[in-house]
């Protein structure tokens, strides 16, 4: 567990999310993690909890490809076609991953898992749908923590392709 340095939130934080504030700074994005009262495991209670549309949460969802983690990022408010993806990238079937995974490569939970703060780079999708949105909001590395980024940081900062993903 890592000690929050900053005003907003003085005790401890979960390793996860120190580790997606940690990268956020090193990417020089500002640091917007947000640690909810409730837990938000879903894209519906994440826009509930913010008050913003669920097609600006954006899931982070990791699948299998080739013995390979594939995070996808995508609106809360779509469902990924894999099949589609996989026409798209030229590839093998894209399958989703298990829990243990998926917490292997991030270090974090499903439903909770953040774009950045993972222990190894991932290859990494963008809905580009995303992009119609000022504001994103993303996991932060637990079922509690989100963050606020906008698209063009977002894909900065992962190094994402973007791609239609339904």
């Known amino acids: 567990m890592h000690r929050a340095t900053d005003d907003r939130r003085r005790d401890i934080l979960p390793d996860p999310v120190a580790n997606v504030r940690r990268a956020l700074t090193e990417a020089g994005v500002r640091d917007t993690v947000t640690v909810l009262p409730g837990k938000v495991p879903t894209a519906a209670a994440a826009a509930a ?7 600006a949460i954006t899931n982070s969802l990791v ?9 996808i990022l995508a609106s809360g408010a779509a469902r990924v076609d894999t099949r589609y993806v996989s026409e798209q990238l030229g590839s093998g079937r894209i399958r989703r991953a298990s829990p243990a995974f998926v917490l292997e490569h991030t270090g974090q939970e499903v439903g909770g898992v953040a774009p950045v703060g993972h222990p190894e780079k991932i290859r990494t999708l963008l809905d580009s749908s995303l992009e119609e949105h000022g504001t994103l909001w993303a996991g932060a590395g637990d079922h509690h923590s989100m963050f606020s980024i906008t698209y063009g940081e977002l894909q900065r900062i992962t190094g994402a392709h973007a791609l239609q993903v339904r």
Do not use: R, T
Request: hydrophobic share 55%; with cysteine.
């Open 49 to 55: 909890a913010l008050g913003c549309d669920v097609a």
């Open 63 to 71: 699948f299998e490809l080739d013995g390979a983690p594939l995070l």
